[in-house]
């Protein structure tokens, strides 16, 4: 098992946040980084998967490995997040279902978009399996399984040219914004909660500044020079959450998603601030690493299982939510819920290392 | 739907006409107490029962005042002289069996029904989130997205189900409601619905309560759909059983007749007076019970 490190601690972190930011109304939400700037977890989480395929595909020697051999590899990874999205889908309306039956209460079934599925479940069921009916709270993986399945495109034309590769991922981005470009909701009407044209711009950012960064300094030199920048960045996006300051979507002028803050199109704004805060935040990790030992040995252990862990993640954020509402929320329950749910993501990721070594060496 | 213009007059003027009938009938035929009422729910003072609104599909019958209150519409009044299609935008989702698939097209159907040489162009969208959390903003990328006259908004859930702070959702969903008006879009609210589980619930009654007193401050028209299935939970169908049990039943039968009842209070709504004059007892919020008073 590798040793903690810098991605492995952020990418736990970004986990930690997430489960505490899904289950809405609780005490502990407003003392998550999300509620203090204008981007969130869910960016640094897409960033980090991108950098993590650059660590992925080459050896250690930093050859990449065959073309072939990675095209597979990727497209293995998409297998299994996409299965792990059918897994959580199917736990997560059954215990929607299950609760309602419990308590005798229809309200529950009308849960973030659980409705549709318990109307249809005809058309539904297809839309769970073709991921284009997302339960709210449930959409990442989605997310995930496109942006998976486009990565080959992207990492093999970056081994022929990084900028080309940068290039074509901005350009979808941009066309995404100036065209609103998403991916269909069904059944129903509307659009992808994550909007995986826009989106992409960060895996393959994450994957392009990892080889960027592994051939040369330069981009190192560049971060610690804009550091201040990063501060500036951060410290507006705090006033601007805090005084729920942002554009008027029917005031701004067109093409509207350059100048709104909406998560669903990662708009520009949003894009900014988490590159404020990677500058920011970037020189951090080794100096708290030495000092909070456990901390930082547990959320990497997190961040190194993340599929796993996540999943874990989403089920029990739900489950934390049902039984808020069953016992009328309230501090104690609250403690209890993120309590358990921090030692719950922490075992997941304990359990699955403990199965991954061979039966002999199993303690 | 494209008509000739004048025809498109005559019906106009034959809809308000028959607009007007309609909202009168309620009133007329409230001495006439239906016979299918077995256990209405009872209003404070002892007044008699009302019978409910007969321009509803029987099982849907609710009195009007367990129903809406009322308020302008100016936008798709506007829109109706314009003689344009009314674009509306429905918020929020619906769980019953065969209801939620159905209900924005049900919806758009009774609309086209009620304001006949009117094309209703329906957007529908499902929201996920608490309107004291994002969900509020995502409403405002949706509003500007679609750029509708009108927004149903099926609003409180959400929240409801989280257990937000009251006031914080109080005081979000007032903001969105303003922001919407402020761009000359028609908002109609329709609030959570009823369940044995959650009647003596103090904060799940809050929660409707302050989605009432929003739509009573920025004097938009709003669907009592928590008064209006407990109304319904009062009437004599005890005979009719489902494999979830009665309150399930009970939520299907609302969810049925929810395109009817937002359909109804529109209807309504578009029949108020532009000038500051309001129908008596219709512009004000209708003295119906509160859900905390139970």
Request: aromatic content about 8%; overall charge negative.
């Given at each position: 098992?590798?040793?903690?490190?810098?991605?492995?601690?952020?990418?736990?972190?970004a986990l930690v946040t997430i489960f505490v930011n899904h289950v809405p109304g609780n005490t502990f939400e407003r003392y998550t980084y999300s509620q203090y700037g204008i981007s969130d977890a869910a960016e640094l989480f897409v960033f980090l998967a991108g950098w993590s395929i650059g660590i992925a595909t080459r050896g250690r020697d930093g050859v990449p490995e065959p073309r072939l051999k990675t095209v597979l590899r990727l497209f293995s990874r998409t297998i299994e997040v996409y299965r792990a999205q059918l897994t959580v889908m199917v736990l997560a309306l059954a215990m929607i279902a299950g609760t309602a039956l419990v308590l005798d209460n229809p309200l529950i079934l009308e849960w973030h978009n659980a409705g549709t599925f318990f109307a249809d479940p005809i058309q539904s069921i297809v839309g769970v399996a073709l991921l284009s009916h997302q339960l709210g709270f449930f959409n990442i993986l989605p997310l995930y399984v496109v942006l998976l399945g486009a990565a080959p495109l992207f990492v093999l034309l970056a081994r022929d040219s990084r900028t080309m590769a940068m290039l074509l991922?901005?350009?979808?981005?941009?066309?995404?914004?100036?065209?609103?470009?998403?991916?269909?909701?069904?059944?129903?009407?509307?659009?992808?909660?994550?909007?995986?044209?826009?989106?992409?711009?960060?895996?393959?950012?994450?994957?392009?500044?990892?080889?960027?960064?592994?051939?040369?300094?330069?981009?190192?030199?560049?971060?610690?020079?804009?550091?201040?920048?990063?501060?500036?960045?951060?410290?507006?996006?705090?006033?601007?959450?805090?005084?729920?300051?942002?554009p008027d979507p029917l005031a701004v002028p067109e093409p509207r998603l350059l100048f709104t803050f909406e998560k669903s199109y990662l708009t520009p704004a949003r894009l900014v601030h988490f590159l404020g805060v990677l500058l920011a935040f970037g020189p951090v990790y080794p100096m708290i690493a030495p000092r909070i030992g456990p901390v930082v040995r547990y959320l990497a252990r997190l961040g190194r299982n993340s599929l796993a862990v996540f999943s874990m993640g989403s089920v029990m954020s739900l489950a934390g939510q049902l039984l808020r509402f069953w016992t009328g929320g309230g501090l104690l329950v609250d403690v209890i819920v993120v309590g358990s749910g921090v030692f719950g993501l922490g075992f997941t990721a304990w359990f699955v290392e403990w199965r991954s070594r061979k039966p002999g060496q199993r303690a | 739907m494209s008509r000739h213009p004048a025809t498109r007059v005559l019906l106009a003027a034959a809809l308000l006409c028959g607009g007007t009938a309609a909202a009168e009938e309620p009133q007329a035929s409230r001495q006439a107490v239906s016979p299918?009422?077995?256990?209405?729910?009872?209003?404070?003072?002892?007044?008699?029962?009302?019978?409910?609104?007969?321009?509803?599909?029987?099982?849907?019958?609710?009195?009007?005042?367990?129903?809406?209150?009322?308020?302008?519409?100016?936008?798709?009044?506007?829109?109706?002289?314009?003689?344009?299609?009314?674009?509306?935008?429905?918020?929020?989702?619906?769980?019953?069996?065969?209801?939620?698939?159905?209900?924005?097209?049900?919806?758009?159907?009774?609309?086209?029904?009620?304001?006949?040489?009117?094309?209703?162009?329906m957007e529908a969208r499902g929201l996920q989130g608490e309107v004291a959390g994002g969900a509020a903003e995502r409403l405002r990328g949706m509003v500007a997205e679609v750029e509708p006259d009108?927004?149903?908004?099926?609003?409180?859930?959400?929240?409801?189900?989280?257990?937000?702070?009251?006031?914080?959702?109080?005081?979000?969903?007032?903001?969105?409601?303003?922001?919407?008006?402020?761009?000359?879009?028609d908002v109609v609210l329709v609030d959570p619905l009823y369940t044995a589980s959650l009647a003596d619930d103090a904060y799940y009654s809050s929660i409707v309560r302050s989605v009432r007193e929003v739509a009573a401050r920025e004097q938009v028209p709003l669907v009592l759909r928590y008064e209006a299935l407990r109304y319904l939970a009062g009437r004599t169908d005890k005979g009719e059983g489902h494999m979830l049990g009665r309150q399930f039943r009970l939520n299907e039968l609302g969810l049925r007749c929810l395109a009817e009842h937002v359909t109804r209070a529109i209807t309504l709504s578009l029949l108020q007076p532009d000038a500051t004059g309001t129908v008596p007892g219709k512009a004000t919020p209708a003295p119906v019970t509160r859900p905390a008073d139970r």
């Open positions: 098992m590798r040793e903690p490190n810098a991605i492995d601690f952020w990418r736990g972190l991922s901005a350009s979808i981005y941009l066309l995404s914004l100036i065209e609103e470009w998403n991916l269909p909701s069904w059944p129903g009407q509307g659009d992808w909660f994550f909007d995986p044209f826009c989106w992409q711009l960060l895996l393959v950012l994450g994957f392009v500044l990892h080889d960027w960064n592994r051939e040369s300094d330069t981009l190192r030199r560049w971060s610690r020079r804009l550091f201040p920048a990063g501060v500036v960045i951060v410290v507006v996006g705090v006033v601007l959450s805090v005084l729920e300051i942002r | 299918t009422i077995v256990s209405p729910p009872t209003l404070p003072g002892g007044s008699p029962p009302e019978a409910g609104d007969a321009s509803l599909s029987p099982e849907c019958r609710v009195p009007g005042s367990q129903l809406y209150t009322l308020a302008k519409l100016a936008a798709v009044k506007a829109a109706l002289k314009d003689k344009r299609p009314v674009r509306v935008l429905a918020i929020g989702g619906t769980s019953a069996l065969g209801a939620s698939a159905t209900y924005p097209v049900k919806l758009e159907n009774a609309l086209e029904r009620s304001l006949p040489d009117v094309d209703v162009v009108l927004v149903i908004w099926q609003v409180g859930t959400h929240d409801a189900l989280a257990r937000v702070d009251v006031d914080a959702f109080a005081d979000a969903l007032d903001e969105t409601v303003k922001w919407i008006k402020s761009h000359d879009i």
